[in-house]
């Protein structure tokens, strides 16, 4: 057992001691794992002269597994007609987790918008990154964000749209 204060199980909010010590140190190991699973995939090298993007966008918000989705960023210096997207994504789960990364032929949009397709296989938190690359093979900042993907509805094939 764990001694607070002096006292062996000593309650806190009508907590003992020793559970809520359990729980702040899940919460630690929690908190670390979920921080440290963006960085599980490594990007390239982001060049000082190359691209610079902003403005990362998911579309649609609430994705289906198995649909796909659009990362959408805006490319603020450095842009070309023809580009390459790095896209990395972590499932966040601790049961049928996984990773990947892709490099995909990217256009750029006259809105001066870029976008990456990904296909989530499974439902659940996904932390993803992405950047784009240049001809020169320069590659831009790396940006960053999570997305809940929903299953779809039981027995269906999901409706992508």
């Known amino acids: 057992m764990m001694t607070v204060r002096g006292r062996r199980n000593e309650t806190r ?6 559970m809520a010590a359990v729980a702040g140190l ?3 190991i929690m908190a670390a794992g979920l921080t440290a699973c963006g960085s599980l995939v490594r990007m390239e090298t982001s060049a000082a002269d190359g691209p610079r993007i902003s403005g990362l966008e998911v579309v649609p918000a609430r994705p289906l597994a198995g649909c796909p989705v659009s990362i959408r960023v805006h490319l603020d210096v450095g842009a070309e007609e023809v580009m390459r997207a790095g896209v990395a994504w972590v499932r966040l789960s601790r049961r049928f987790s996984g990773s990947g990364y892709n490099v995909l032929p990217v256009q750029l949009a006259p809105s001066g918008d870029v976008v990456a397709p990904f296909v989530p296989q499974r439902s659940g938190a996904y932390s993803y990154r992405v950047q784009i690359g240049d001809q020169q093979g320069r590659w831009s900042n790396v940006l960053s964000g999570r997305v809940a993907v929903e299953a779809p509805p039981a027995g269906e094939t999901p409706g992508c749209s």
């Open 13 to 18: 909010s009508g907590v003992p001691a020793s």
């Open 26 to 28: 899940a919460a630690m």
